[in-house]
């Protein structure tokens, strides 16, 4: 079961590779199983990085709505709210505004189907994950996490993670199979080392982009594009660290590549979900010898698969998840297989 | 107040806004007015500095009481939208009557725990019991909301039996799901029809009070800015002004907040304005380097806040109320317009010039003309302080052209390098190369001092020239010219 992977945290988010990978559908299993099982911690729900459900809408694809049942804290929107048709207890209006409304927190008074939504900033999710803890210390955070290339997108702020995948990222297995594991091999990049740990952490307060070589050299980022060839024209053969905060995306290390010879050196970034690259830039990364280091390591602890698309565009269920399998040996949970009763 | 927001960040106005702790978005709203008393307005203006007095003294008395008000002030959301749509007659949702709940509990706090603090004479919050009542009927005192079941047996029966269908989903299997999640659809329908009911009930009590929640909106934006006001009051000196009906100021140890906080960084104390001003024409003059601008600023700052319903920087303030405040600042510039400097000032002026014929204000010129060339620029300063003399309009003009003084007019010097030994300073400045200017400005005495008779712009001017060091032979040939 699911719920087994994820006894050991305290929050987690699962993470999208695509629109449909099936998030809800795991978040609905797990809710299923926490009930089932008896968890104990009362789940709290938000989602963050999505920029509401009118997408969704658009394609027209069924989308699952989140059963919960009483007790679970919900923090939604306040256009979302009236989508959500079970008793709510209001508890608090946060103040943190989405184009779909304030985040407003409740508590089901019985079960029923919800419509999540959160805030898109740092700031934001911070606070929410805050509120949650106030109103109840034990609870366990729990995120639908869309993951977004803009740069001031939240974290997620969980210590562990699932990431979905499936059929609608590509018509083509093999680069579905090869995308996937991309972001599980970056799941895997270790905490940076210790000696570098507070230093790095702390200048990453100040600038979003940080050189440290012979000296340590800040760089004041406005446009990632541009930030990129001010960072390549101060590496030399002395720099042998790069500490960026916020996303880091393929055109970013592709200009930094460029501009600067970046074998051997490492990279920092606040944790995996920061680096949105492709797999061939990931493979050039790995021949460069590159390090990637996290400031706080994410612990990834399942691979869902949905090889269903709303596209029409099906896989083979079994010859998929033996695709990953022969590449990650992470547990893998067919969201349209395993059934939690 | 015809100051644009760059003049009011100079003269430091800006900066006491900045420091006003205001917490609710009544108290802003009330700040954002940045209402103006006029002249006529004087018992108004009385009655909100006498209250901004009181929290001053309750503060010092006991700031506990006062810090539990503003603990109450962070729960503070506004909800004035909500309360005139019940009064439209709309029906409220879950999150606007949990809000207003949230408003009704923070009222009822705020009155229990200013029952023993002295407050403003007519101040009053209006009590919300019933709208609260009304919220928590089980009387649990929670802060939370929700359509409880105790609203009605009908929603306690529908909900007994969603309960009931919401469990025998959760036993049957998969494939049974879907026939009696439609019929929980239907249970949920009839939980919102009443629920509905229940709201609009709510929304009608709500209604009734509404006169009472405008009220308290009012009420609660008056407190905040009364105890922002104070709090202020208290990190600087400050004082009671005392109100006159003649127009005239007298201001003894007037300060800024963002001066002292600027020359604080530094090590050096701000030196205090004593200052008085009656109708007709003052001039201040002093070496260049000398605080001129910051003695009008000052000035100027303790003038507005008072017309604004603060207490001034000083520790002790008489003045009349004005109909307008001009200032026209040490570099002005109307980038926008494209004119140059002195033909902005010029446009300033001419529209200014009108309404002294009709109304009575305070003008601050500081070095006017200036730009212009010496000849003409001390005939239109002169012309200026001579049309201004024996009028009911105060004009005050900081300038450092000489000759312009003429008896009537009230002379005020800057005291600068009065009372400085000369050959010890310069011996000192001799060491200090980069750091001269500091310790030339540490040497200044900024204060202002009443001149009688005809005492003639100070030659300060080359002392400081000859003090940082220029050409000895260049000094003496200037000298001779004049």
Redo the contacts between chains.
């Keep these: 079961m699911l719920i087994d992977r994820i006894r050991h945290l305290r929050s987690l988010a699962i993470i999208g590779m695509d629109k449909n990978a099936g998030k809800t559908t795991v978040l609905n299993h797990l809710i299923q199983e926490a009930?089932a099982v008896g968890f104990t911690p009362t789940l709290a729900l938000t989602s963050i990085g999505r920029d509401g459900e009118e997408k969704d809408l658009v394609t027209s694809s069924i989308k699952p709505k989140i059963y919960v049942?009483p007790g679970t804290l919900v923090a939604t929107t306040?256009d979302l709210?009236?989508r959500c048709?079970l008793?709510?207890?209001?508890?608090e209006?946060t103040?943190i505004n989405t184009p779909t409304g304030e985040v407003?927190l409740f508590?089901a008074?019985?079960?029923?189907f919800v419509e999540i939504a959160g805030p898109s900033n740092v700031g934001g999710a911070q606070r929410v994950k805050e509120s949650f803890l106030a109103i109840d210390p034990g609870c366990f955070y729990l995120v639908d996490g869309a993951l977004s290339r803009k740069s001031t997108a939240g974290h997620f702020l969980t210590d562990g993670a699932i990431l979905a995948t499936g059929a609608s990222s590509s018509s083509s297995m093999a680069k579905v199979v090869d995308k996937t594991i991309t972001m599980v091999e970056i799941f895997k990049s270790p905490r940076l080392e210790e000696e570098h740990y507070e230093k790095v952490k702390a200048s990453l307060e100040e600038a979003r982009l940080v050189i440290f070589g012979g000296k340590i050299t800040p760089i004041p980022v406005e446009l990632a594009f541009t930030a990129a060839r001010e960072a390549a024209e101060i590496i030399d053969k002395d720099s042998y660290l790069i500490a960026i905060k916020g996303v880091v995306t393929d055109s970013f290390l592709n200009s930094l590549m460029s501009g600067a010879d970046i074998k051997g050196k490492t990279l920092v970034i606040e944790d995996a979900t920061r680096l949105l690259i492709g797999a061939e830039l990931w493979r050039k990364i790995k021949s460069l010898e590159m390090k990637i280091r996290v400031l706080q390591k994410i612990d990834l602890v399942a691979l869902t698969i949905n090889p269903f698309s709303p596209r029409g565009l099906h896989f083979d269920s079994q010859s998929f998840e033996a695709a990953l399998s022969r590449r990650t040996d992470l547990f893998i949970y067919d969201v349209g297989r395993d059934?939690a009763? | 107040m015809l100051l644009s927001i760059k003049e009011r960040r100079d003269i430091g106005l800006e900066y006491v806004f900045e420091k006003l702790q205001i917490m609710t978005p009544y108290g802003e709203k009330r700040q954002g007015l940045k209402r103006i008393y006029r002249p006529e307005e004087k018992s108004e203006l009385q009655k909100e500095l006498e209250a901004v007095q009181l929290f001053a003294k309750e503060l010092s008395a006991k700031a506990y009481p006062l810090h539990e008000l503003q603990y109450e002030f962070c729960r503070v959301?506004e909800i004035s939208g909500s309360i005139t749509r019940a009064q439209r007659g709309a029906t409220l949702?879950?999150?606007e009557?949990?809000?207003i709940k949230t408003f009704s509990r923070v009222i009822s706090e705020l009155r229990r725990k200013s029952e023993n603090l002295k407050l403003p004479k007519d101040f009053e919050l209006k009590s919300l019991e019933e709208v609260t009542m009304a919220l928590d009927p089980d009387g649990s005192g929670l802060l939370?909301?929700?359509?409880y079941d105790s609203y009605s047996e009908n929603l306690k029966e529908l909900?007994r039996k969603?309960?009931a269908m919401?469990e025998e989903?959760?036993r049957q299997?998969?494939e049974k799901r879907e026939e009696l999640f439609s019929q929980r659809?239907a249970l949920?329908v009839e939980?919102?029809q009443e629920e509905r009911r229940i709201r609009g009930d709510l929304s009608r009590i709500i209604a009734t009070y509404s006169k009472d929640f405008f009220h308290n909106m009012q009420a609660i934006g008056q407190l905040d800015h009364w105890i922002a006001k104070a709090k202020l009051a208290r990190q600087y000196p400050s004082c009671m002004p005392k109100l006159l009906d003649e127009k005239s100021i007298k201001l003894i140890e007037a300060t800024s907040p963002m001066m002292i906080d600027l020359l604080r960084r530094d090590m050096v104390e701000f030196q205090s304005l004593d200052i008085e001003l009656r109708g007709g024409t003052t001039v201040v003059t002093g070496a260049n380097m000398g605080g001129k601008s910051v003695s009008l600023k000052t000035l100027l700052l303790n003038v507005l806040l008072v017309h604004l319903g603060m207490l001034p920087f000083a520790k002790e303030a008489s003045l009349g109320l004005f109909d307008f405040i001009f200032y026209l600042g040490d570099d002005y510039e109307d980038v926008k317009s494209g004119l140059s400097s002195f033909g902005a000032e010029v446009l300033k002026l001419r529209d200014i010039l009108k309404r002294t014929k009709k109304e009575k204000g305070l003008l601050v010129l500081d070095e006017p003309a200036r730009g212009t060339n010496p000849k003409e620029g001390r005939a239109i300063v002169k012309g200026f302080s001579q049309y201004f003399l024996g009028g009911e309009n105060i004009l005050l003009l900081a300038t450092h052209f000489d000759q312009i003084l003429e008896p009537g007019m009230v002379h005020y010097q800057i005291r600068g390098f009065e009372g400085v030994d000369f050959e010890k300073l310069k011996d000192k400045l001799q060491f200090k190369g980069e750091k001269s200017l500091d310790l030339l400005r540490s040497q200044m005495d900024y204060r202002l001092e009443l001149v009688s008779g005809g005492a003639e712009v100070p030659k300060d001017a080359l002392r400081i020239c000859a003090l940082l060091g220029l050409d000895r032979e260049l000094i003496e040939t200037i000298n001779q010219l004049l």
């Design positions: 009930k049942y306040r709210l009236n048709d008793t709510k207890e209001i508890l209006t103040g407003i508590r008074k019985s079960a029923g059934y009763t | 959301k949702d879950e999150v009557l949990f809000e939370t909301f929700y359509i909900r969603k309960k919401e989903i959760y299997k998969e659809a949920v939980e919102e």
